[in-house]
């Protein structure tokens, strides 16, 4: 069976509590102007005492239930797209189900890294056009304060927290879904992981010590790594729509860091207009930032009607990919 696939709503929801600029100061010795000089970011939200990646995931996809006119017991399928779950066992998206009420939905995880949504999107998608699914649910929630070092000036002024949420079904009309474009490279998994607290180096009091339970990051290789995957995602993804690059009416790329899209749209001689940003608002949220970003570039009406979207992530693993909506 093959499905034209449409993606009916989006939600997204980010925490309330705010860790501006000015409060990393109080951790790190750093500047609003160093940050904001090099990454774009003045602020990011993280979650505060008692408040779970799955409470975020499950109003991010209330959100685009409600927008959908949907109730939680159409949901055939829910995916999560997280590497930094409530536990590492159940899933998140098992947590999501049962928050949400959505008992006729299966539910299962997907980690990859920052390109989370994107990989997400694809295999939503590719369940409703195989007919194993008639609605799909695909959220992108992540954490990363909980595997922030804030005594790494590198990585602290970079991540906040945040959930986006799709809904994609099967039909004609509406926003279609075209073509994806996933890839991977684990020879760069040592660039940027968090190496300690899963089954090759299991908690210790030594692990705990050294932080290596957070993120760890080699800032200049990710730089290099992210402009070069920016320029072929939407060099790739132009070729396979038929079209040249400046074609898209609207980019949405995950919010990684300002002068990373800056350096990638100047060398593909594009308009920085063309981007869709809120990395200043809310920073680097792995891979719920495409999802939050969409959802925000839906509601703020910067994109229209008959709209070439384009979505593209990179991340840890490394990952890369991106997909195309036909508004």
Request: charged share 25%; net charge negative.
């Amino acid at each position: 069976m093959d499905s034209t696939v449409r993606l009916l709503a989006t939600g997204s929801c980010v925490p309330e509590k705010v860790l501006s600029n000015e409060d990393l100061l109080k951790m790190v010795d750093t500047s609003d102007e160093w940050i904001v000089s090099r990454t774009g970011i003045r602020e990011r939200r993280i979650v505060s005492e008692g408040e779970e990646n799955s409470d975020l995931a499950t109003e991010a996809a209330r959100r685009a239930l409600d927008a959908a006119g949907m109730d939680p017991l159409d949901v055939d399928h829910i995916i999560v797209c997280t590497f930094t779950a409530d536990m590492p066992l159940p899933t998140s998206a098992c947590a999501v189900q049962d928050k949400l009420g959505a008992s006729h939905a299966s539910a299962v995880d997907l980690a990859a890294a920052c390109t989370g949504f994107i990989y997400g999107l694809s295999h939503g998608a590719a369940m409703v056009r195989a007919g194993h699914a008639e609605r799909v649910l695909v959220i992108a929630c992540e954490t990363l304060s909980k595997v922030t070092d804030y005594q790494d000036r590198g990585t602290c002024v970079l991540f906040g927290d945040g959930a986006g949420a799709a809904i994609l079904d099967a039909g004609e009309g509406g926003h279609r879904v075209g073509s994806f474009f996933l890839a991977a490279d684990g020879a760069g998994r040592h660039i940027l992981n968090i190496p300690d607290g899963g089954s090759s180096r299991p908690p210790t009091a030594d692990t705990l010590a050294r932080r290596g339970h957070c993120i760890k990051m080699k800032g200049q290789e990710v730089f290099k790594f992210a402009v070069t995957k920016i320029m072929q995602l939407i060099k790739n993804a132009a070729a396979r729509e038929g079209i040249k690059p400046g074609d898209f009416d609207l980019v949405v790329p995950h919010q990684v860091n300002r002068r990373i899209i800056k350096a990638a749209v100047d060398r593909l001689n594009m308009r920085e207009d063309d981007f869709f940003m809120n990395v200043e608002k809310y920073g680097n949220t792995s891979g719920a930032s495409v999802a939050i970003a969409l959802d925000e570039a839906v509601h703020t009406g910067a994109i229209k009607e008959k709209d070439k979207v384009l979505m593209m992530a990179f991340g840890g693993g490394f990952t890369w990919g991106s997909a195309v909506i036909h508004w």
